[in-house]
Every structure is written in C-alpha cells, then in structure tokens.
C-alpha cells in the first residue's frame, strides 16, 4: 500500500498519479485504509461510496488537475447525483439526481469521491454535533469540538484522510473548523463560485462554498478551476485568467498594509489569552516579511450587526424547512432539532420590514467595512476567539431545548416567535455561538473574501487560526500571503 499518502497535498498526488509512480486506484486504496483506521474515532465521515468510487478510478477520471485524487463532500450543500443528501438532519433524506453546478465543475478536475462528512443540522450551529449522526471529534483531542459546519471536512483533511474537502461558509463554517483543526480555508468572494441551480442566494448570498485544505495551493488550484459565471447567479465575481489563483502562491506579494483588530465584534465577546499572543506574533511576522501593520477596525454597531444576522438566517431557515417539505413531503421536516424548529418558527413570525431592515445594517457593514480597505490592503484578526471547546458547550442545553420545544407547541395559539424575537431570550440563547463567530460573519455579511491560516498552537496541543480578511475579488493576494507563511515554515502542522 502507498504509505506516504498522507504527507502528500492534492496537487503532488495528482502528479504522482500523473506520472505513473502510483495509480488513482492506489491513492483512492490508501485514502480508504486512512478511513477505515480513522473515522471510528473522529466520525468525520457519514457516508461512503467506496465501490463507486473504485469503479471510476478503473474506468477513467476525467483529465484535470487533480485526476485521481481521493476526496470528501460536505453533506450540505452539494448536490452528489444518485448519493443521499441528509443535512445532519433525523429527517431529511433526499437522492439527487442530478450534481449541483459546482460538484459538476468539482468532478471536471479529476477528483474521486468517495463520501460525504459530518455536518450540525443545516449548518446552523459551528459544531459538528448534530443528533442525526453525533460529534465530529477534534483530530487533536477527542471530545473536543472540530467546529462548523464543515467540521467533518475539517477533521478529515487534518487527519490525512484526504488532502483537501469540500465545505461551505456563511457564517465562519470553512474558516472556523480549519482554525480548530489546524488547516487552510479560505472563503471566496461573494459569487466567485456556483451556488446554484437549486439554490442561489444563500442566506442573502452570506453563503460560499469552497475547500478546505492542508496547502495554500490546493485551495487555489481549485479555485481557478470553479470559478466563474452561473447561468441566473445573483451574484458575479470579477472573472480571473485561468491559473491566476495558483501563480499567486508561487510569488510574495509586494509590501501590504494591513489592519489588525483586536475586539471582537460581538458584545461582551472575550479573546482567550493564548488567541491575542498568536495575533500580536502574527503581527510581528508580518513586519519582519517587509509589510506594515497598524491597530484599526471599522466603525460597526455590533449589537444592530448581530441581530440583523439573526433575522436573515432564521429567515432562511424558516424558507428552507418549508421549501422541503413542499418538494419532498412533510417526514423530512418531522423531526429537526429543537434550535432549528425554533428558527423556522422566528422566521415565520418575522415581516418584510424585519428583513428589509436588516439588509440595510448589512449595508452599513459593508461600507464601514469597505472605508477601512481603502486605507488598508486587508484586515488580520483572530479567526475564532478561543480555541476548540469541549463536546456539549456550544449545542443548546437540556433547558434550552425545553424550552424551544415548549415554544413549538403553543406557536399556533400566539405569535411566540415575534414574542421570542424581541425578548433576551434571543440573546440568551444565541450567545454562546454568535460571540464565539465574532471575527468571522463580517467576511459572510460584506461578501469580502477571508481566510483561516494555521498560525499557532495554545498550550493544551489545540490549533489556533488567524483570519485574514481581504478586498472584494482579491483572492489572489491573500493566497500570496497564506504561501508566504507556509513557505517560511510558520504553518502549524495538522493532526497527522
């Protein structure tokens, strides 16, 4: 068997495969072997499609940069045709029949898949614990969280299943499972990539999917390879020359300014210590690479930005769980978990004017956002301000979830969610995940592209991520600085 498999990214076992020294079906073998010995302790991936994947690499993958690389999908987004589709949900169980548009453009690159990860109940929460399928463990300790809502992904490229997974952003979910498990992940600019053709404007395009990875230049050879128009996209990032992304990583970028924040923007979010020393090192290792770093941040009202978050993803949620149960039946919406069906319930209590009103605070984030990056190139920040936590911290607790189901069942008597959104109740139960996606849902909100890079290490052997946040369509520079870092040799190591 091919023991060296996991020291390998994408892109060097594409051209070991390329070259003859190994085959796609000795690399799909040793990726396989990594699963079978890994995920009972990780649970990182909840279904497989093993034979299926044997049978392409015997049949023919398509030529493209990355034929015969083993690979992962979130079960969420992506639509896999002929593979189920649960959501992390107890509910939902749908076959596809077709790919979604970027699966389709996925496979083009010669990619063999063989599962689908772990994900919480339609990405809601950043842990992977969903009740259908149980926690992802953190590849670093067991029983500690591997994050959201790529947590499953996240654990897998960290613990050398596969080099590279898919997963999908809209409020930190590539970025926050890659700072708790020690890998690259980088959110793309608002409609870089396909969202479609099901759905095309996640959470009011807050949504972007991508990869994560454990090399800057696996994300960006993939990357190039997505990119680009959909037919009816809401959205369109600036189109790219073909291998633009993967060029930036082979070159420094010239001198930047960028802009360090320390405060998270959420009330009464704290930074752990250990979080602030690996952001004031980062900032030192920026300067001694010849870049310029000053202390600023934009000029947001957090309290307004939260809750205007709030009201555009229970919005969603509540369009989601209504929109499945008209195209495939009510059982697959009977038995969500108690926070999404209080979401749902939010939603649907919520007017017009509620979400018109958030989608102008959005605005005002993006510009106070976008005055900032007219003095600065980017803006450094913690990704996530503590490290991973243990199993059961970020879920709803036992009286929470009472609480929530209480609320379910007097909903059709009174119009409790409206009562619930305008009470602490939101705050209260919210807290504990919203302060800890401070850093993140600024680059979900403005559309900018952002990106987690394996920075540091606590004292307890835990990943720390520091998050990069650039101007719009600027993928390019942060993939030059991410390679700048991974070249000097600052990247922490993943689990393996």
């Given at each position: 068997m091919f023991k060296e498999y996991p020291q390998y990214d994408a892109l060097g076992l594409a051209q070991l495969i390329k070259s003859g020294d190994i085959s796609a079906k000795e690399a799909l073998e040793a990726a396989i072997y990594q699963a079978n010995k890994l995920n009972p302790k990780l649970n990182a991936i909840i279904h497989r499609f093993d034979e299926r994947a044997f049978n392409a690499a015997q049949q023919g993958l398509p030529q493209g940069i990355f034929t015969g690389v083993p690979y992962l999908l979130k079960d969420l987004n992506y639509l896999f045709a002929d593979e189920p589709i649960k959501m992390g949900?107890?509910?939902?169980?749908?076959?596809?029949?077709?790919?979604?548009?970027?699966?389709?453009?996925?496979k083009?690159?010669?990619?063999?898949?063989?599962?689908?990860?772990?994900?919480?109940?339609?990405?809601?929460?950043?842990?992977?614990?969903?009740?259908?399928?149980?926690?992802?463990?953190?590849?670093?300790?067991?029983?500690?969280?591997?994050?959201?809502?790529?947590?499953?992904?996240?654990?897998?490229?960290?613990?050398?299943?596969?080099?590279?997974?898919?997963?999908?952003?809209?409020?930190?979910?590539?970025?926050?499972?890659?700072?708790?498990?020690?890998?690259?992940?980088?959110?793309?600019?608002?409609?870089?990539?396909?969202s479609g053709p099901l759905y095309a404007e996640g959470w009011e395009g807050a949504v972007a999917d991508h990869v994560i990875t454990r090399s800057v230049r696996?994300?960006?050879?993939?990357?190039?390879?997505?990119?680009?128009?959909?037919?009816?996209?809401?959205?369109?990032?600036?189109?790219?020359?073909?291998?633009?992304?993967?060029?930036?990583?082979?070159?420094?970028?010239?001198?930047?300014?960028?802009?360090?924040?320390?405060?998270?923007?959420?009330?009464?979010?704290?930074?752990?210590?250990?979080v602030t020393a690996v952001l004031e090192q980062t900032g030192r290792q920026l300067e001694d690479m010849g870049h310029r770093v000053d202390y600023d941040t934009p000029k947001i009202d957090s309290d307004r930005m939260w809750r205007d978050f709030f009201t555009v993803v229970c919005a969603h949620t509540a369009y989601l769980v209504e929109d499945l149960e008209l195209r495939y039946g009510k059982q697959q919406v009977a038995n969500l978990e108690p926070q999404t069906r209080n979401m749902a319930m939010i939603g649907r209590s919520l007017s017009v004017m509620d979400l018109l009103k958030a989608k102008q605070g959005w605005h005002e984030v993006q510009y106070q956002t976008g005055l900032i990056l007219e003095q600065y190139d980017m803006i450094l920040c913690p990704t996530v301000p503590t490290a991973a936590v243990k199993h059961g911290v970020l879920p709803p607790g036992r009286i929470d979830e009472l609480l929530l189901n209480v609320s379910g069942l007097i909903e059709k008597g009174i119009n409790i969610g409206k009562w619930i959104y305008n009470s602490s109740i939101v705050e209260r139960l919210s807290a504990p995940v919203l302060s800890k996606m401070a850093f993140t849902t600024l680059g979900n909100i403005t559309g900018l592209p952002a990106m987690s890079v394996p920075l540091g290490m606590t004292s307890q052997g835990l990943p720390i991520g520091m998050q990069f946040i650039g101007r719009m369509n600027d993928e390019a520079r942060l993939f030059g600085l991410a390679a700048q870092f991974e070249s000097a040799g600052l990247f922490t190591d993943p689990a393996i």
């Open positions: 949900s107890r509910s939902v169980n749908i076959v596809p029949t077709e790919d979604s548009e970027l699966v389709r453009r996925m083009a690159t010669g990619i063999n898949t063989f599962g689908k990860t772990n994900t919480p109940e339609f990405g809601l929460i950043i842990t992977t614990e969903p009740k259908s399928f149980g926690a992802t463990h953190n590849p670093f300790k067991k029983g500690y969280s591997s994050g959201g809502s790529s947590g499953g992904s996240a654990a897998a490229v960290s613990a050398g299943i596969v080099p590279m997974a898919g997963g999908g952003d809209g409020g930190g979910s590539i970025r926050f499972p890659s700072a708790w498990c020690g890998v690259f992940g980088l959110k793309p600019s608002r409609g870089r990539n396909p696996d994300s960006a050879a993939m990357l190039d390879a997505t990119a680009g128009r959909e037919v009816g996209a809401a959205f369109l990032a600036e189109s790219s020359d073909q291998g633009r992304f993967l060029d930036a990583t082979k070159t420094p970028p010239k001198s930047l300014k960028i802009a360090l924040m320390r405060e998270p923007l959420f009330p009464g979010a704290k930074v752990d210590k250990e």
